[in-house]
């Protein structure tokens, strides 16, 4: 089965006059100008919180405009969970995604509906996300959270803090790389983040940008940020080939040109060669070239930039919570008892740690919106009008704080909304921090898995602590990020873990060999 079922859906950005015949029914702010529509005092850095301000005032279903663009955007639960019925709508490839075609083209989260590398590609690669895959990737997921631990032991005995989203990128790039690509990015050995990462910002940053700037006025306005665009996106497509480069090469080592990657043999059925190896089961089809680069800086973007910011966003609660984190840890303490390396269905039963995290992408939903279509002239409520190709922008930010849902008190954070109960009360697609539908997010049990088990070691190992006088900010860049946060790290005493006093006090040399990962495949590169 196809994403459009039958329908064709439309590419590219519509402005929602095109799409919407009652379009004067739906609120806009007031002033709105001339050529510039609401675009004035528009924070072009934080538009999700901007949007969420406006749609508190202007209710369920409001429309902004900047220029000649203009969205209509929904954060109502009814209206919500109406797009979300996949016989009448689609994913759209519109505002925010289609600006990073030009760097993931028809990877599986640009792919238009209607293009068939996203079939192709999401059975290839499905599998890779089986239960038995995550199950493999569990070990490399531990080792990952030790070198974090190693980090945060090293600063808490120094008496620094730590920078919680610049160690959670850190962490969840690695994990992605080694568990999805037998690639070691090296980033606990940087005191700053890996140019991929540097790169990767940039290009989510200017995506985010150019969803205001309309294209004639992108010379003039963004003529910088296009050039540097350009040089961020070439050196994601550098990284990528080469770590494809190293996997193809099968066996040689040595590292090969500026991205250091040294490769020591194929892998064994991690995503990459998935991507490389695995023919349709139907068609027997493959992906081509260009297509793997394509789905590789997919999987390395889509695969650790939200899970870092879901992380973050916990620890940040955690912190400021003592009593929520006793809880936590209790259950921690309780289910893994004195296991050094929890194995991989000790993980799922961290109920209320689970249940945390869930409620840190309540409030915080690291993808903050995603898009729908109509795949047939429709009325959205039984009051809007749509045609065919019509889109809105689900707000899920807005969704996941709809008082009728979530009450009077839904800007609190109460892990308890998520016990089983809680839930079973709630109406269904209430709850979308990882989209909807056929186009849903892939890697979603390995996020959980990975972000549970993180929770779980790190609640294990350390009293955390916020700084005195933080307040909570969240920088955009089509994700959502807490900005500045640093935590005080102090480890427990007594409890099970790894002694990192007996660990060497510093990383391996680069001209050490790279480690084995359990399933026998050699980790490959570290430098840039
Ligand atoms: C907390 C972490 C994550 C969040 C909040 C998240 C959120 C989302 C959302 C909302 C979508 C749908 C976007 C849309 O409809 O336009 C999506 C799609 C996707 N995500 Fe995630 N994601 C997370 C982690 C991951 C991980 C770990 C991976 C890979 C290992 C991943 C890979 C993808 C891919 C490839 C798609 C496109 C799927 C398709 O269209 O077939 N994501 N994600």
Redesign the pocket.
């Known amino acids: 089965m196809t ?1 459009t079922t039958g329908t064709t859906t439309a590419r590219g950005f519509r402005s929602a006059e095109l799409g919407w015949p009652e379009l004067r029914r739906i609120p806009h702010p007031p002033y709105r100008l001339p050529v510039l529509g609401d675009a004035l005092g528009t924070n072009l850095r934080t538009p999700v919180q901007e949007s969420l301000r406006l749609g508190r005032r202007l209710g369920p279903i409001f429309r902004r405009k900047a220029f000649t663009k203009e969205i209509v955007f929904v954060g109502g639960a009814g209206l919500a969970a109406e797009l979300a019925d996949e016989s009448r709508f689609a ?1 759209h ?1 519109g505002v925010g ?1 289609a600006n990073l075609r030009p760097v993931a083209g028809d ?3 640009t ?1 238009y509906n209607h293009e068939p590398n ?1 079939q192709l590609a ?1 059975d290839v690669l499905a599998p890779g ?1 089986s239960r038995e895959a995550m199950a493999g990737y569990h070990p490399l997921m531990l080792d990952v959270a030790e070198r974090l631990m190693d980090h945060w032991d090293r600063a808490g005995a120094a008496g620094e803090t730590v920078d919680v989203p610049g160690d959670m990128t850190k962490l ?1 790039l690695e994990t ?1 790389a080694r568990t ?1 690509f037998g690639h070691d990015f090296g980033s606990f050995e940087r005191s700053r983040p890996h140019p991929f990462v540097e790169a990767m910002v940039g290009t989510l940053t200017y995506a985010q940008r150019r969803n205001v700037v309309p294209d004639p006025l992108v010379p003039l306005l963004l003529r910088g940020a296009s050039r540097h665009n350009r040089a961020d996106m070439a050196y994601l497509n550098e990284t990528v080939d080469a770590v494809v480069r190293a996997r193809r090469s099968r066996g040689g080592t040595g590292n090969r040109g500026g991205t250091g990657v040294r490769d020591r043999g194929a892998g064994s059925g991690d995503l990459l060669d998935r991507m490389l190896e695995t023919a349709h089961p139907r068609t027997g089809e493959r992906l081509s070239a260009e297509n793997v680069r394509r789905q590789v800086i ?2 390395l973007v ?3 930039e ?2 870092s ?2 992380l973050s966003f916990a620890l940040h609660y955690l912190a400021r919570h003592p009593d929520l984190a006793a809880r936590a840890r209790a259950e921690v303490d309780r289910v893994w008892g004195d296991t050094v390396r929890p194995g991989y269905e000790q993980v799922a039963r961290l109920r209320y740690v689970r249940r945390v995290l869930d409620e840190a ?1 309540r409030l915080w ?3 903050p919106a ?2 729908r279509e109509a795949r047939a002239d429709t009325v959205l409520g039984g009051v809007h009008p749509m045609r065919r190709g019509a889109w809105a922008l689900v707000l ?1 930010m807005m969704l996941h704080r709809d008082p009728e849902v979530w009450g009077a008190d839904a800007d609190r954070f109460d892990p308890d909304r998520f016990d089983a109960a809680a839930v079973r009360a709630r109406a269904p697609h209430t709850f ?5 539908g ?7 049990q ?3 898995h ?2 549970t088990l993180v929770l779980g070691l790190l609640l294990r190992r350390y009293e955390l602590s916020p700084e005195p006088g933080y307040r909570l900010r969240v920088a955009e860049r089509l994700t959502l990020m807490p900005e500045g946060l640093r935590l005080n790290v102090e480890r427990r005493v007594g409890v099970a873990g790894r002694d990192t006093a007996r660990l060497p006090p510093s990383p391996p040399s680069p001209s050490s060999p790279p480690p084995s990962s359990p399933s026998g495949r050699p980790v490959t590169g570290t430098g840039d």
């Open positions: 994403a994913k490839v995604v990877g599986l989260f792919a996203w999401h996300f969840t992605i999805g997919t999987f889509a695969g650790h939200t899970t910011g879901a992408l939903p690291t993808a995603f898009s899920t979308k921090p990882f989209g909807t056929a186009r849903a997010c892939i890697g979603r390995f996020a959980l990975e972000a």
